[in-house]
């Protein structure tokens, strides 16, 4: 695993690490994912959890509340219950709080029976677990996923942001993303920022969580520092 920070304007420090598979030559986590197969999938989606977790809780400061965001698969949960036993059980022996754990998924990931993902949302609720979609905006369901139910984040894709400092049409949409995310109650998190531009741009519509290169370049199972430090900023 390696960890990328995700970065709070507003209270001007860390927020979390968003946890990224990596092989065993620093392969990313496409070419890793690529590889698994179908048979593969929820063995795969457990032991990354698992690991997630193993890692944070030595990595994490222990005077620190920070989140720390986990991928899954959703077509590899068979049933949302018995698919969180092994991530409830690493999060009690390495002593992880469940609500410092954020499961987000990939809109580019189609999924056919909403209702199931509905389902495994809500149970992850239940054990105090937040909920993103990642890659909003540039994958299968867009909003429909929203008029379904509501994660706690939604992490806005990096093509909807990239140059958006000078595309006045990225600003208009991505601007009433975020006035429609505030008014369901959603948090809405930049990913991919790679300029100062984009950055102050996203701030200006009202974003406050943000995370990319800018920020830091993912670190293998170590916490990488800030390039900028943007305190008060």
Request: glycine content about 8%.
């Amino acid at each position: 695993m390696a960890f990328q920070p995700i970065y709070d304007a507003v209270a001007g420090r860390v927020w979390g690490y968003e946890a990224l598979v990596r092989g065993f030559a620093g392969e990313g986590a496409y070419d890793v994912l690529s590889r698994v197969t179908p048979e593969q999938k929820y063995r795969f989606d457990q032991d990354c959890r698992v690991k997630a977790i193993e890692l944070a809780s030595r990595l994490f400061p222990a005077d620190q509340e920070l989140k720390l965001s986990i991928n899954f698969m959703p077509n590899a949960v068979y049933e949302p219950a018995a698919c969180l036993r092994a991530t409830l059980q690493a999060a009690a022996r390495y002593s992880f709080p469940t609500s410092a754990i954020m499961f987000e998924f990939t809109e580019n990931e189609e999924v056919s029976d909403t209702g199931h993902l509905t389902n495994i949302i809500t149970e992850y609720r239940r054990h105090g677990f937040t909920t993103a979609i990642d890659d909003f905006g540039a994958g299968h369901a867009g909003l429909g996923l929203l008029v379904e139910f509501q994660p706690d984040l939604i992490k806005i894709d990096m093509l909807l942001i990239r140059g958006i400092d000078a595309s006045p049409a990225r600003q208009i949409v991505v601007a009433s993303v975020v006035d429609m995310a505030h008014k369901l109650g959603i948090t809405v998190l930049a990913e991919g920022i790679e300029t100062e531009g984009e950055y102050l741009a996203l701030k200006a519509v009202g974003i406050s969580l943000f995370q990319g290169y800018w920020f830091a370049r993912p670190a293998f199972e170590e916490l990488p520092p800030l390039r900028h430090v943007l305190v008060g900023s």
